[in-house]
């Protein structure tokens, strides 16, 4: 009997470890990912919308319609990230309302046109989401609370 509880001891233990280091990868992988969005956004989005998102870029004064402050998306959504609208303006399946038609580039495309570079066309579409994702993870980090 003894031996039978040290072995479910040694396997529970087991499980443990087995769960904290794959919990240790998954953490790394998301943080992967989220450092990939924020190469992403200083690569296409700071000039306009500024290195913290507060939409003072050095472009923003030249702009005709000025850049949103995209810090505050998630504090103007009732405490919480908006991940679908702004995935979809990004993506460019969505116009931003307060601009009228599209006024920020369709980041989407540009995505699209960069994956035949890496992936297969049958992969299209899962590269460019993975993109818009890493960057959004990015843009739920840099809110202000």
Same mark, same amino acid.
């Given at each position: 009997m003894s031996l039978k509880r040290g072995a479910i001891r040694a396997m529970?233990?087991?499980?443990?470890?087995l769960l904290g280091c794959l919990n240790t990868a998954i953490s790394q992988e998301l943080q992967d990912a989220?450092?990939?969005g924020k190469t992403e956004y200083m690569r296409s989005c700071a000039l306009c !919308? *500024?290195? %913290?998102?507060?939409g003072n870029g050095i472009y923003a004064s030249k702009l005709?319609?000025?850049p949103a402050n995209i810090a505050l998306l998630q504090k103007g959504n009732n405490g919480v990230f908006p991940t679908r609208e702004i995935f979809q303006v990004i993506e460019g399946?969505?116009?931003?309302k307060l !601009? *009228?038609? %599209?006024?920020?580039?369709?980041?989407?495309d540009r995505f699209d046109h960069e994956s035949l570079l890496y992936v297969d066309d049958r992969f299209t579409r899962t590269f460019v989401r993975g993109r818009i994702f890493e960057l959004l993870?990015?843009?739920?980090e840099?809110?202000?609370q």
């Open positions: 529970v233990l087991f499980l443990i470890v989220i450092d990939a !919308h *500024g290195d %913290k998102g507060k005709v319609i000025k399946t969505d116009d931003i !601009h *009228g038609p %599209k006024a920020m580039p369709v980041w989407g993870l990015y843009l739920e840099i809110q202000v």
